[in-house]
Nanobody, 117 residues
Framework: QVQLVESGGGLVQPGGSLRLSCATS????????VGWHRQAPGKQRELVATMSSGSSTNYADSVKGRFTISRDNDKSTVYLQMDNLKPDDTALYYC???????????WGQGTQVTVSV
């Protein structure tokens, strides 16, 4: 059974930092592409950051220079370090993993990030 369990969300003031984690099981993690997406109230889900199995990264323009995606293949876990957070970063953040060629896609349940004074 495939499981993706996110953690690390919470309430933070503007300019603060959070680190999200997504622990996976039931997949051969090192061969999967990984990513983080987010969905704010009333908006469509959007890509935040991705990392290939070869560790190539891609970021949304809105988070470049502030967010960093990383992975630990030994722990089957993907991380999102978020620095200099802004109120516009408030959203439900989802972890996603894609098998090679995108044959299988799995999503986590989401973790809430709220940036507010």
């Amino acid at each position: 059974q495939v499981q993706l369990v996110e953690s690390g969300g919470g309430l933070v003031q503007p300019g603060g930092s959070l680190r999200l984690s997504c622990a996976t099981s039931g997949i051969n993690f090192r061969f999967f592409a990984v990513g983080w997406h987010r969905q704010a109230p009333g908006k469509q889900r959007e890509l935040v950051a991705t990392m290939s199995s070869g560790s190539s990264t891609n970021y949304a323009d809105s988070v470049k220079g502030r967010f960093t995606i990383s992975r630990d293949n030994d722990k089957s876990t993907v991380y999102l370090q978020m620095d200099n957070l802004k109120p516009d970063d408030t959203a439900l953040y989802y972890c996603r993993v894609d098998s090679p060629q995108g044959v299988r896609i799995y999503w986590g349940q989401g973790t809430q990030v709220t940036v507010s004074v």
